[in-house]
């Protein structure tokens, strides 16, 4: 006669632990208020872009003969990141599905606004003046300022970056200036490509 097999076979499954369960549930409920609460349209690729072009810019400004012509190029390189930064922030928000006119996102535009308006008072009065070769640190660090302010309501990469841009200012007060256009590159250039590359990989683009 042959064996009955029971109904129902008891299941080999360890239980699940409800603590380890609780813990991931806090954590995934925190990132979410902190997503919702946070501008995180800062773009990744966006910000690798500006990054290359600075990188550029400082090749161009290297070469330059005239002072006057080296000023210009890095000029031209703000206003062409300035383009680039807001048209990847739009694209990116686009694909987010949120808005640039969100309260995270006006949070972040006026505490990034005030020091790069005041660091580009400073340095049309530096240019005015005659007081060329200091305007290149002056650059680094009020931008390195209003990324952390701006920052502050943004994801927790941004004000780290804006922290390094404020270091690096402060080393191309320290160095000589025909070392301006090589910290300059280092600033604009690969601090944009590194933290751009962390933000498109942990926060989506």
């Known amino acids: 006669m042959g064996s009955i097999s029971p109904l129902r076979k008891e299941t080999q499954d360890q239980p699940v632990n409800i603590g380890d369960r609780a813990i991931d549930n806090v954590a995934?409920?925190?990132?979410?208020?902190?997503?919702?609460?946070?501008?995180?349209?800062?773009?990744?690729?966006?910000?690798?872009?500006?990054?290359?072009?600075?990188?550029?810019?400082?090749?161009?400004?290297?070469?330059?003969?005239?002072?006057?012509?080296?000023?210009?190029?890095?000029l031209i390189e703000a206003c062409l990141a300035f383009a680039i930064g807001l048209l990847a922030m739009w694209q990116k928000s686009k694909i987010a599905g949120s808005s640039?006119?969100?309260?995270?996102?006006?949070k972040f535009a006026f505490g990034f606004a005030a020091p790069l308006i005041v660091g580009?008072?400073?340095v049309l009065g530096l240019?005015?003046?005659?007081?060329?070769?200091?305007?290149?640190?002056v650059c680094i660090?009020?931008?390195?300022?209003a990324v952390v302010t701006g920052g502050a309501f943004s994801v927790r990469i941004?004000?780290?970056?804006?922290?390094?841009?404020?270091?690096?200012?402060?080393v191309a007060?320290?160095?000589?200036?025909?070392?301006?256009?090589?910290?300059?590159?280092?600033?604009?250039?690969?601090?944009h490509i590194v933290f751009g590359a962390i933000i498109a990989r942990r926060y989506g683009g």
């Not at 240019?127 to 640190?137: D, F, L, Q, S």
């Not at 025909?178 to 690969?190: E, I, K, P, T, V």
């Open 100 to 106: 640039l006119l969100s309260v995270p996102a006006r």
């Open 141 to 145: 660090l009020t931008y390195g300022a």
């Open 158 to 170: 941004v004000p780290v970056m804006g922290w390094c841009f404020i270091a690096l200012g402060a």
């Open 28 to 74: 995934y409920i925190r990132d979410m208020m902190e997503r919702s609460a946070s501008f995180t349209a800062v773009p990744g690729y966006g910000g690798m872009l500006m990054g290359t072009t600075a990188v550029v810019a400082a090749y161009i400004a290297n070469t330059q003969l005239y002072l006057v012509d080296s000023l210009a190029t890095w």
């Open 120 to 122: 580009v008072v400073i």
């Open 173 to 191: 007060f320290l160095l000589p200036s025909s070392y301006s256009n090589l910290m300059m590159g280092a600033a604009f250039g690969l601090l």
């Open 127 to 137: 240019w005015k003046n005659g007081h060329y070769y200091v305007m290149a640190p």
